[in-house]
């Protein structure tokens, strides 16, 4: 699996396809023309999964999960709620309509790789989510200041 990396600005043209960065595209291997698209489940963006990560994530979740299980049922059928789509042979990537919608008419949009998948933003929804940098450095604090206590207490023993 490759590990994507970086924040790039993108344009999206009139029929909701956009050009998928060099700097990303570097980080693929070379097979993963292929992709599935869905919208995030924990911040409104889409995210955009190589079909072999993808994949491997739906691994774990069958593993994890048991579909007989009401509930379990409709967290999967939530996660897979996506499209598939292929790199044009332009490099580009079309945003399918029905996922287009939270993108809204924007020109811009910001894609942010997270390691495992990009998320595909509206520039401004980007930007106000990143607004907050005060508040960040308390999350990371409360989250991982005390992993770091933990692990540093661990290293004095």
Not at 81 to 96: E, Y
Not at 119 to 136: L, T
């Amino acid at each position: 699996m490759a590990l994507i990396l970086g924040t790039e600005y993108c344009k999206i043209d009139s029929n909701g396809r956009f050009k998928l960065p060099i700097a990303l595209k570097r980080q693929l291997q070379t097979e993963d023309c292929h992709f599935v698209i869905r919208r995030g489940f924990t911040s409104e963006c889409l995210e955009l999964w190589t079909f072999a990560s993808f994949q491997e994530e739906m691994e774990v979740l069958q593993k994890e999960l048991n579909l007989y299980n009401i509930e379990d049922a409709k967290i999967y059928r939530r996660l897979t709620r996506l499209n598939n789509v292929d790199l044009d042979s332009n490099d580009r990537l079309l945003i399918p309509p029905e996922q287009k919608s939270l993108i809204g008419d924007s020109k811009e949009i910001v894609l942010q790789g997270t390691g495992k998948y990009i998320e595909i933003w509206e520039r401004s929804a980007y930007d106000k989510m990143n607004d907050d940098d005060a508040g960040f450095a308390l999350k990371v604090n409360e989250r991982l200041g005390k992993l770091h206590e933990l692990s540093s207490a661990g290293d004095a023993e």
